[in-house]
């Protein structure tokens, strides 16, 4: 047990013991490039000052503010466009890069769990901010940052709306996934432990033991084909284990992978970038991104969670 328990923390060290500070071969939208005003705020989360910004359409009143949460890889420059669609339909968005992520400090992730150490920081400091005061909170993330706002349902965060793109609901379930066969599956105890080992409980929350203590609204958003979070850590967990939840709204997008917030074509362009490897230093030199084609949005995925937010 103890060989296996060591295989299984060298591949999750591997992955998530290094800072995640984007790839300079791509490129990534800018508030300026999109029209958006922006001021930056501060953080502790532990002994790391962690980095975000504020943005907002100028001569907009907000409606409510909505904390955008990251994936994994970059920070939240990588997510600017959509961060500027929800703020064209009238919010107030603030958005950070977590620990060991682009502007904040850490020298790494440490683990996926780590988020819910940033999120307790965050509201904490949140509720000092007076921009923030009265204003209705609502969360938006996508996979790591979908996680995180599925976490965010925590009942003193005071968040009323969740909209979670392919988030997982655990972080052992999204390592589980990526076991094929059913004799690896059963090293998911080990998984578990590991975790616990690592940093204790906050390594590995149930974020659906979180929302059935929550009254926070959930509108959960998954594709089909998806091959980072698996259906079974995401969609149908949530489906199995919350069928009578009120005030949740379940959403399958036929067809579409990881990133259902884009058209299937930009996730076809994606994919096919991912193929040649740009995000590697070997891969091909005269490479260039076509931001805008990479960037494509999904309008009804877009319009469902605009209706839940404004309802």
């Excluded at 594709?223 to 199995?240: C, K, Q, T």
């Excluded at 891969?283 to 009804?300: Q, S, V």
């Amino acid at each position: 047990m103890c060989i296996l328990l060591s295989i299984i923390g060298h591949t999750i060290n591997k992955a998530h013991h290094a800072r995640y500070d984007g790839n300079p071969r791509l490129e990534y939208f800018s508030p300026d490039d999109l029209g958006l005003a922006h001021s930056d705020f501060s953080f502790k989360s532990g002994k790391w000052t962690i980095h975000g910004s504020r943005y907002w359409v100028d001569g907009t009143i907000p409606a409510a503010l909505v904390v955008f949460f990251h994936g994994i890889g970059a920070g939240r420059n990588a997510y600017m466009k959509e961060i500027a669609t929800i703020c064209r339909h009238g919010y107030l968005v603030y958005a950070f890069d977590f620990t060991g992520c682009m502007e904040s400090e850490g020298p790494y992730i440490y683990g996926l769990g780590h988020v819910s150490k940033d999120l307790d920081a965050f509201f904490a400091w949140l509720d000092q901010d007076e921009i923030a005061f009265q204003l209705p909170r609502f969360a938006v993330g996508h996979s790591w940052g979908g996680y995180a706002a599925l976490l965010s349902s925590k009942e003193c965060f005071g968040v009323r709306k969740i909209v979670s793109f392919s988030g997982f609901t655990q972080v052992s379930r999204l390592y589980s996934g990526f076991l094929r066969s059913s004799w690896m599956r059963k090293l998911t105890p080990l998984i578990r432990l590991f975790l616990f080992l690592k940093e204790g409980a906050s390594g590995n929350i149930d974020a659906a033991s979180r929302l059935r203590k929550s009254n926070s609204e959930l509108l959960y958003i998954q594709g089909s084909e998806d091959r980072i979070v698996s259906l079974e850590a995401g969609l149908n967990d949530l489906r199995r284990r919350l069928p009578t939840r009120p005030n949740s709204e379940y959403v399958m997008v036929i067809g579409q992978d990881h990133n259902p917030y884009l058209t299937p074509n930009a996730e076809a362009y994606l994919n096919e970038i991912s193929g040649k490897k740009v995000h590697s230093v070997d891969g091909p030199a005269d490479f260039r991104l076509d931001i805008e084609k990479a960037t494509e949005e999904n309008h009804e995925v877009w319009k469902k969670v605009f209706d839940f937010l404004g309802r």
